[in-house]
Protein backbone atom coordinates (compact mmCIF):
# COMPACT_ATOMS: atom_id res chain seq x y z
CA UNK A 1 0.00 0.00 0.00
CA UNK A 2 1.39 3.89 -0.58
CA UNK A 3 0.21 6.43 1.61
CA UNK A 4 1.00 10.14 0.56
CA UNK A 5 2.14 12.04 3.92
CA UNK A 6 2.25 15.31 5.29
CA UNK A 7 4.34 15.21 8.32
CA UNK A 8 2.93 12.09 9.10
CA UNK A 9 3.78 11.76 13.14
CA UNK A 10 5.31 8.36 14.47
CA UNK A 11 1.98 6.87 15.73
CA UNK A 12 0.85 6.97 11.73
CA UNK A 13 4.21 5.31 10.81
CA UNK A 14 3.82 2.50 13.49
CA UNK A 15 0.21 1.70 11.98
CA UNK A 16 1.34 1.97 8.06
CA UNK A 17 4.04 -1.12 8.67
CA UNK A 18 4.78 -2.48 5.44
CA UNK A 19 3.65 0.41 3.32
CA UNK A 20 5.28 2.80 1.32
CA UNK A 21 5.59 6.52 2.60
CA UNK A 22 5.41 9.07 -0.12
CA UNK A 23 6.06 12.67 0.83
CA UNK A 24 5.10 16.06 -0.98
CA UNK A 25 7.61 18.44 0.13
CA UNK A 26 5.75 20.06 2.80
CA UNK A 27 6.07 18.36 5.51
CA UNK A 28 8.32 19.39 8.17
CA UNK A 29 10.56 16.41 7.99
CA UNK A 30 10.73 12.95 6.83
CA UNK A 31 11.59 9.93 8.16
CA UNK A 32 14.52 7.50 7.60
CA UNK A 33 15.77 3.91 8.81
CA UNK A 34 18.92 4.80 10.79
CA UNK A 35 21.57 2.88 8.22
CA UNK A 36 24.25 0.51 8.62
CA UNK A 37 28.03 2.05 7.97
CA UNK A 38 28.41 2.58 4.64
CA UNK A 39 30.55 -0.19 2.33
CA UNK A 40 34.63 1.39 2.42
CA UNK A 41 35.27 2.81 -0.43
CA UNK A 42 37.53 1.29 -3.17
CA UNK A 43 41.32 1.87 -3.30
CA UNK A 44 41.25 3.86 -6.12
CA UNK A 45 38.43 5.95 -5.40
CA UNK A 46 40.00 6.63 -1.77
CA UNK A 47 43.33 7.61 -2.85
CA UNK A 48 41.50 9.72 -5.62
CA UNK A 49 39.80 11.95 -2.64
CA UNK A 50 40.76 10.80 0.71
CA UNK A 51 38.30 12.91 2.12
CA UNK A 52 36.21 9.59 1.85
CA UNK A 53 37.95 8.16 4.26
CA UNK A 54 37.11 10.56 6.73
CA UNK A 55 33.26 10.32 6.80
CA UNK A 56 31.54 9.10 9.47
CA UNK A 57 29.35 7.52 8.11
CA UNK A 58 32.10 4.71 6.90
CA UNK A 59 32.84 3.68 10.64
CA UNK A 60 36.08 2.64 9.12
CA UNK A 61 38.34 3.04 12.20
CA UNK A 62 37.13 1.17 15.11
CA UNK A 63 34.48 2.84 17.51
CA UNK A 64 36.46 3.38 21.19
CA UNK A 65 35.86 4.30 24.19
CA UNK A 66 32.71 5.95 25.86
CA UNK A 67 32.05 3.37 28.04
CA UNK A 68 30.30 5.77 30.69
CA UNK A 69 28.37 7.32 28.14
CA UNK A 70 26.58 4.34 26.61
CA UNK A 71 26.22 2.61 29.74
CA UNK A 72 24.39 6.39 30.87
CA UNK A 73 22.42 6.24 27.33
CA UNK A 74 21.45 2.76 28.77
CA UNK A 75 19.79 3.99 31.68
CA UNK A 76 18.02 6.86 30.02
CA UNK A 77 16.68 4.25 27.73
CA UNK A 78 15.37 1.78 30.44
CA UNK A 79 14.26 4.20 32.92
CA UNK A 80 10.71 4.39 33.93
CA UNK A 81 9.79 8.27 33.31
CA UNK A 82 6.37 7.45 33.88
CA UNK A 83 5.92 9.06 29.38
CA UNK A 84 6.28 7.07 26.53
CA UNK A 85 8.80 9.93 24.82
CA UNK A 86 12.40 10.77 26.44
CA UNK A 87 14.41 13.77 24.76
CA UNK A 88 17.88 13.99 25.29
CA UNK A 89 20.59 16.43 23.84
CA UNK A 90 24.13 14.94 22.98
CA UNK A 91 26.52 18.19 22.02
CA UNK A 92 30.02 19.32 21.41
CA UNK A 93 32.08 20.80 19.04
CA UNK A 94 32.79 19.48 15.34
CA UNK A 95 34.70 16.37 15.12
CA UNK A 96 34.01 15.37 18.77
CA UNK A 97 32.31 12.27 17.39
CA UNK A 98 28.91 12.86 18.13
CA UNK A 99 27.31 11.10 14.52
CA UNK A 100 29.94 7.89 15.47
CA UNK A 101 28.61 7.79 18.67
CA UNK A 102 25.07 7.83 17.47
CA UNK A 103 25.82 5.36 14.85
CA UNK A 104 27.23 3.37 17.94
CA UNK A 105 24.29 3.77 20.03
CA UNK A 106 22.06 2.89 16.90
CA UNK A 107 24.02 -0.36 16.46
CA UNK A 108 23.57 -1.49 19.88
CA UNK A 109 20.26 -0.81 20.15
CA UNK A 110 19.20 -2.37 17.18
CA UNK A 111 20.81 -6.23 18.44
CA UNK A 112 18.62 -5.49 21.57
CA UNK A 113 15.50 -5.40 19.59
CA UNK A 114 15.02 -1.45 19.10
CA UNK A 115 13.96 -0.01 16.19
CA UNK A 116 16.01 3.38 14.54
CA UNK A 117 15.17 6.44 12.47
CA UNK A 118 16.55 8.97 11.44
CA UNK A 119 14.36 11.87 11.46
CA UNK A 120 15.74 14.69 8.62
CA UNK A 121 14.19 18.10 8.36
CA UNK A 122 12.25 19.37 4.72
CA UNK A 123 15.43 21.41 3.93
CA UNK A 124 17.86 18.34 4.15
CA UNK A 125 17.61 17.50 0.60
CA UNK A 126 19.34 13.52 1.19
CA UNK A 127 16.96 12.10 2.22
CA UNK A 128 14.19 10.02 -0.30
CA UNK A 129 10.80 11.19 -1.42
CA UNK A 130 9.52 7.57 0.11
CA UNK A 131 10.07 5.65 3.31
CA UNK A 132 9.47 2.01 3.44
CA UNK A 133 8.21 1.66 7.18
CA UNK A 134 9.28 -1.34 8.63
CA UNK A 135 7.27 -3.24 11.18
CA UNK A 136 7.50 -2.16 15.17
CA UNK A 137 4.92 -4.77 16.80
CA UNK A 138 7.82 -6.48 17.78
CA UNK A 139 10.53 -3.70 18.96
CA UNK A 140 11.35 -3.01 21.81
CA UNK A 141 11.35 0.68 21.28
CA UNK A 142 12.06 3.67 18.73
CA UNK A 143 14.68 5.29 18.82
CA UNK A 144 14.71 8.50 16.62
CA UNK A 145 18.05 10.58 16.09
CA UNK A 146 18.12 14.10 14.75
CA UNK A 147 21.27 15.22 13.88
CA UNK A 148 22.23 19.32 13.64
CA UNK A 149 19.17 19.65 15.68
CA UNK A 150 20.46 23.11 16.32
CA UNK A 151 19.31 23.60 12.73
CA UNK A 152 16.12 23.15 12.73
CA UNK A 153 13.75 25.62 13.27
CA UNK A 154 12.27 25.76 16.88
CA UNK A 155 8.58 24.94 15.65
CA UNK A 156 9.35 21.86 13.47
CA UNK A 157 11.46 20.31 16.37
CA UNK A 158 8.65 21.09 18.44
CA UNK A 159 6.02 19.09 16.05
CA UNK A 160 8.60 16.01 15.62
CA UNK A 161 8.58 15.97 19.08
CA UNK A 162 4.65 16.22 19.29
CA UNK A 163 4.25 13.35 16.74
CA UNK A 164 6.86 11.01 18.60
CA UNK A 165 4.38 9.84 21.11
CA UNK A 166 2.84 6.06 20.08
CA UNK A 167 0.05 6.32 22.58
CA UNK A 168 1.77 4.17 25.20
CA UNK A 169 2.38 0.97 22.53
CA UNK A 170 6.23 1.51 22.88
CA UNK A 171 8.60 3.62 24.06
CA UNK A 172 10.63 6.31 22.26
CA UNK A 173 13.84 8.10 23.09
CA UNK A 174 14.94 11.46 20.83
CA UNK A 175 18.39 11.38 20.54
CA UNK A 176 19.35 15.18 19.28
CA UNK A 177 23.07 15.70 18.55
CA UNK A 178 24.03 19.38 17.89
CA UNK A 179 27.36 21.27 18.24
CA UNK A 180 25.96 24.26 20.52
CA UNK A 181 23.76 24.07 23.27
CA UNK A 182 23.08 28.01 24.28
CA UNK A 183 19.95 30.14 23.19
CA UNK A 184 18.39 27.54 20.82
CA UNK A 185 18.69 24.62 23.78
CA UNK A 186 17.14 27.24 26.33
CA UNK A 187 13.88 28.09 24.20
CA UNK A 188 13.46 24.41 23.17
CA UNK A 189 14.19 23.32 26.75
CA UNK A 190 11.40 25.58 28.27
CA UNK A 191 8.68 24.77 25.03
CA UNK A 192 9.20 21.40 25.27
CA UNK A 193 8.66 21.47 29.32
CA UNK A 194 6.01 24.11 28.54
CA UNK A 195 3.69 23.06 25.84
CA UNK A 196 4.82 18.95 25.96
CA UNK A 197 5.52 18.71 29.24
CA UNK A 198 8.89 16.78 28.45
CA UNK A 199 11.59 17.21 30.67
CA UNK A 200 15.20 17.07 28.33
CA UNK A 201 18.57 16.27 29.39
CA UNK A 202 21.44 17.19 27.74
CA UNK A 203 25.26 15.65 28.14
CA UNK A 204 28.14 17.67 26.46
CA UNK A 205 30.51 15.18 24.89
CA UNK A 206 33.73 15.63 26.02
CA UNK A 207 36.99 14.95 24.37
CA UNK A 208 37.61 11.64 24.13
CA UNK A 209 41.26 11.50 25.50
CA UNK A 210 40.26 11.99 29.18
CA UNK A 211 38.87 8.94 29.33
CA UNK A 212 40.82 6.34 31.23
CA UNK A 213 43.27 4.53 28.71
CA UNK A 214 42.91 6.55 25.86
CA UNK A 215 45.59 8.69 24.44
CA UNK A 216 46.50 10.99 20.93
CA UNK A 217 49.06 8.84 19.80
CA UNK A 218 46.94 5.84 20.33
CA UNK A 219 44.08 6.80 18.01
CA UNK A 220 46.89 8.21 15.74
CA UNK A 221 48.44 5.01 15.46
CA UNK A 222 44.45 2.63 15.07
CA UNK A 223 43.32 5.55 12.60
CA UNK A 224 47.07 5.34 10.40
CA UNK A 225 47.01 1.49 10.40
CA UNK A 226 43.22 1.95 9.03
CA UNK A 227 44.09 4.13 6.57
CA UNK A 228 46.92 2.38 5.68
CA UNK A 229 45.33 -0.92 4.96
CA UNK A 230 42.84 0.47 2.79
CA UNK A 231 44.73 2.79 0.93
CA UNK A 232 47.35 -0.42 0.59
CA UNK A 233 50.45 1.59 1.56
CA UNK A 234 52.27 -1.34 4.00
CA UNK A 235 55.27 0.95 4.69
CA UNK A 236 53.22 3.68 6.98
CA UNK A 237 52.91 1.65 9.68
CA UNK A 238 56.17 2.82 10.76
CA UNK A 239 54.91 6.79 9.71
CA UNK A 240 55.35 9.06 13.00
CA UNK A 241 52.68 10.87 14.26
CA UNK A 242 53.47 14.74 13.95
CA UNK A 243 55.15 16.46 16.80
CA UNK A 244 52.40 18.61 17.36
CA UNK A 245 50.20 15.56 17.93
CA UNK A 246 50.44 15.95 22.20
CA UNK A 247 50.25 19.61 22.34
CA UNK A 248 48.34 21.30 20.15
CA UNK A 249 44.93 22.09 21.08
CA UNK A 250 43.38 21.24 17.84
CA UNK A 251 44.54 17.45 18.44
CA UNK A 252 41.90 17.30 20.96
CA UNK A 253 39.34 16.57 18.37
CA UNK A 254 39.46 12.84 17.36
CA UNK A 255 38.49 14.43 13.64
CA UNK A 256 41.88 16.27 13.75
CA UNK A 257 43.68 12.63 14.75
CA UNK A 258 42.39 10.99 12.17
CA UNK A 259 43.04 13.61 9.56
CA UNK A 260 47.06 13.81 10.76
CA UNK A 261 46.46 10.16 10.25
CA UNK A 262 46.13 10.23 6.34
CA UNK A 263 48.31 13.35 5.81
CA UNK A 264 51.21 10.78 7.50
CA UNK A 265 49.74 7.55 5.25
CA UNK A 266 49.49 9.89 1.94
CA UNK A 267 52.56 11.05 2.97
CA UNK A 268 54.54 8.01 3.40
CA UNK A 269 53.15 6.77 -0.31
CA UNK A 270 54.34 9.47 -1.76
CA UNK A 271 57.61 9.29 0.16
CA UNK A 272 57.33 12.62 1.27
CA UNK A 273 57.97 13.92 4.77
CA UNK A 274 54.36 14.28 6.70
CA UNK A 275 52.62 17.45 8.14
CA UNK A 276 53.26 18.24 11.62
CA UNK A 277 50.76 20.58 12.49
CA UNK A 278 47.26 20.77 12.24
CA UNK A 279 47.66 23.67 9.74
CA UNK A 280 50.17 21.67 7.14
CA UNK A 281 47.90 18.55 7.73
CA UNK A 282 45.05 20.68 5.82
CA UNK A 283 47.02 22.07 3.33
CA UNK A 284 48.67 18.59 2.78
CA UNK A 285 45.13 17.09 2.44
CA UNK A 286 43.59 20.34 0.59
CA UNK A 287 46.45 19.57 -2.42
CA UNK A 288 45.14 16.32 -2.79
CA UNK A 289 41.43 17.19 -3.11
CA UNK A 290 43.33 19.73 -5.96
CA UNK A 291 44.65 17.01 -7.83
CA UNK A 292 41.35 15.39 -8.14
CA UNK A 293 40.26 18.28 -9.46
CA UNK A 294 43.10 18.43 -12.27
CA UNK A 295 42.60 15.04 -13.01
CA UNK A 296 38.83 15.33 -13.66
CA UNK A 297 39.76 18.27 -15.97
CA UNK A 298 42.85 16.62 -17.88
CA UNK A 299 42.34 16.89 -21.36
CA UNK A 300 43.61 13.65 -21.54
CA UNK A 301 40.06 11.72 -20.41
CA UNK A 302 37.91 10.71 -22.91
CA UNK A 303 35.27 13.62 -21.52
CA UNK A 304 37.37 15.92 -19.60
CA UNK A 305 35.52 18.37 -17.06
CA UNK A 306 34.27 21.48 -18.69
CA UNK A 307 35.27 23.22 -15.46
CA UNK A 308 38.84 24.49 -14.28
CA UNK A 309 40.30 23.52 -11.35
CA UNK A 310 40.39 27.12 -9.83
CA UNK A 311 36.37 27.37 -10.43
CA UNK A 312 35.72 23.92 -8.53
CA UNK A 313 37.81 25.26 -5.64
CA UNK A 314 35.79 28.04 -5.50
CA UNK A 315 32.41 26.32 -6.19
CA UNK A 316 33.56 23.76 -3.32
CA UNK A 317 34.36 26.84 -0.56
CA UNK A 318 30.47 28.21 -1.55
CA UNK A 319 29.00 25.03 -1.20
CA UNK A 320 30.87 24.69 2.31
CA UNK A 321 29.42 28.38 3.37
CA UNK A 322 25.56 27.70 2.27
CA UNK A 323 25.22 24.12 2.97
CA UNK A 324 23.32 21.41 0.61
CA UNK A 325 21.04 23.38 -1.73
CA UNK A 326 18.27 22.16 -3.80
CA UNK A 327 19.47 22.98 -8.13
CA UNK A 328 17.58 26.38 -8.00
CA UNK A 329 19.02 27.47 -4.67
CA UNK A 330 22.14 25.69 -5.75
CA UNK A 331 22.26 28.17 -9.13
CA UNK A 332 21.85 31.09 -7.48
CA UNK A 333 24.49 30.84 -4.77
CA UNK A 334 26.59 30.34 -7.42
CA UNK A 335 25.73 33.08 -9.56
CA UNK A 336 25.89 34.95 -6.07
CA UNK A 337 29.09 33.99 -5.68
CA UNK A 338 29.98 35.18 -9.21
CA UNK A 339 32.11 32.15 -9.55
CA UNK A 340 35.55 32.95 -12.07
CA UNK A 341 34.27 30.92 -14.92
CA UNK A 342 33.11 30.77 -18.66
CA UNK A 343 30.56 27.85 -18.21
CA UNK A 344 27.40 28.44 -17.41
CA UNK A 345 26.05 27.55 -14.32
CA UNK A 346 24.26 24.94 -14.39
CA UNK A 347 27.33 23.30 -16.46
CA UNK A 348 28.99 24.27 -13.10
CA UNK A 349 26.74 21.75 -11.29
CA UNK A 350 26.96 18.92 -12.92
CA UNK A 351 30.57 19.17 -12.68
CA UNK A 352 30.23 19.73 -9.04
CA UNK A 353 28.32 16.67 -8.83
CA UNK A 354 30.71 14.83 -10.95
CA UNK A 355 33.57 15.21 -8.53
CA UNK A 356 31.35 15.13 -5.72
CA UNK A 357 28.18 12.65 -6.28
CA UNK A 358 25.47 12.80 -4.29
CA UNK A 359 25.66 9.81 -1.06
CA UNK A 360 22.43 7.69 -0.82
CA UNK A 361 19.31 9.77 -0.01
CA UNK A 362 18.77 7.00 2.85
CA UNK A 363 22.46 8.18 4.47
CA UNK A 364 22.14 9.71 8.05
CA UNK A 365 22.69 13.62 8.78
CA UNK A 366 25.14 15.12 6.09
CA UNK A 367 28.71 16.75 6.41
CA UNK A 368 28.41 20.31 8.15
CA UNK A 369 30.30 23.34 7.66
CA UNK A 370 31.77 22.81 11.21
CA UNK A 371 35.12 24.65 9.22
CA UNK A 372 33.55 27.74 8.02
CA UNK A 373 34.97 29.65 10.86
CA UNK A 374 38.20 29.28 9.46
CA UNK A 375 37.71 28.65 5.71
CA UNK A 376 36.40 32.95 5.87
CA UNK A 377 40.23 33.70 7.08
CA UNK A 378 41.28 31.78 3.17
CA UNK A 379 43.94 30.46 5.04
CA UNK A 380 47.43 29.52 3.35
CA UNK A 381 45.94 26.05 2.87
CA UNK A 382 43.01 27.42 0.15
CA UNK A 383 45.39 29.61 -1.24
CA UNK A 384 46.11 27.19 -4.00
CA UNK A 385 42.59 26.21 -4.20
CA UNK A 386 40.63 29.40 -4.57
CA UNK A 387 41.99 33.37 -4.89
CA UNK A 388 41.92 35.22 -2.02
CA UNK A 389 40.71 38.42 -3.35
CA UNK A 390 37.56 36.18 -4.42
CA UNK A 391 36.58 35.05 -1.24
CA UNK A 392 36.97 37.87 0.35
CA UNK A 393 34.27 39.29 -1.43
CA UNK A 394 32.19 36.49 -2.09
CA UNK A 395 32.28 35.19 1.86
CA UNK A 396 28.24 35.57 3.20
CA UNK A 397 29.98 36.08 6.17
CA UNK A 398 32.56 38.69 7.52
CA UNK A 399 36.18 37.78 7.82
CA UNK A 400 38.05 37.07 9.85
CA UNK A 401 35.71 34.75 11.54
CA UNK A 402 32.46 34.20 12.13
CA UNK A 403 31.34 31.78 15.45
CA UNK A 404 30.16 28.09 14.86
CA UNK A 405 26.74 28.89 14.66
CA UNK A 406 25.58 31.81 11.98
CA UNK A 407 23.82 34.49 13.30
CA UNK A 408 24.42 38.24 13.62
CA UNK A 409 27.76 38.23 11.68
CA UNK A 410 26.39 37.17 8.47
CA UNK A 411 25.05 39.35 5.84
CA UNK A 412 28.05 40.92 4.23
CA UNK A 413 27.89 41.95 0.72
CA UNK A 414 26.21 39.35 -1.40
CA UNK A 415 24.06 36.87 0.62
CA UNK A 416 24.08 33.80 -0.41
CA UNK A 417 21.67 31.21 0.21
CA UNK A 418 21.84 29.13 3.38
CA UNK A 419 23.21 31.55 5.91
CA UNK A 420 21.60 32.77 8.77
CA UNK A 421 18.83 32.62 9.52
CA UNK A 422 18.34 29.83 7.43
CA UNK A 423 19.88 27.02 9.05
CA UNK A 424 22.59 25.30 6.79
CA UNK A 425 22.77 22.02 5.93
CA UNK A 426 25.14 21.28 3.09
CA UNK A 427 24.93 21.62 -0.75
CA UNK A 428 26.31 18.07 -1.14
CA UNK A 429 27.67 16.02 1.31
CA UNK A 430 30.94 14.64 -0.33
CA UNK A 431 32.14 18.54 -1.49
CA UNK A 432 31.34 19.76 1.85
CA UNK A 433 32.96 16.80 4.07
CA UNK A 434 36.30 17.35 1.82
CA UNK A 435 36.11 20.86 3.04
CA UNK A 436 35.32 21.12 6.44
CA UNK A 437 37.01 17.87 7.40
CA UNK A 438 40.48 19.20 6.22
CA UNK A 439 39.69 22.77 7.41
CA UNK A 440 39.51 21.72 11.24
CA UNK A 441 42.51 21.59 11.82
CA UNK A 442 43.82 25.68 10.28
CA UNK A 443 44.29 28.54 12.62
Known amino acids: MIQHAEGSGL ?12 YGGEEPYRWALWP ?31 HDLL ?19 IHGPGGQGKTRLAGHVAHLWRQQGWAVLAAHHRRDRSTAADFEVPAFDEAAGVLVVVDYAERWDIADLLTLLRDAHVSGRVPVRVLLLARPAG ?3 DSLKGRMQRDLRLLPTRRELAPLEQETGITRTALFAAARD ?14 AAPPALERHEAFQLVLTVHMAALAA ?22 ARERDHWEAMASLRRDRPMATSPEAMGQIVYTATLTGRLGYDDGKAALARAEVESTQAIGQLLKDHALCYPPAAASGPGPASPEGVRLLTRVPRCWSRCIPTSWARTSSPCPPPAIPTIFPSTCGRRRRLPGCWPRPPTPMTDRSSTAAYRYGHGMR
Open 11 to 22: ARIYQAAGDLIL
Open 36 to 66: APAPPPATGEARAQPSELLRASHALVAFTGR
Open 71 to 89: AELADWRDAGTGQDVAVRL
Open 183 to 185: TWW
Open 226 to 239: RFAELLRVPGAGAA
Open 265 to 286: VLAAERGQVAPVDPARVSEFLL
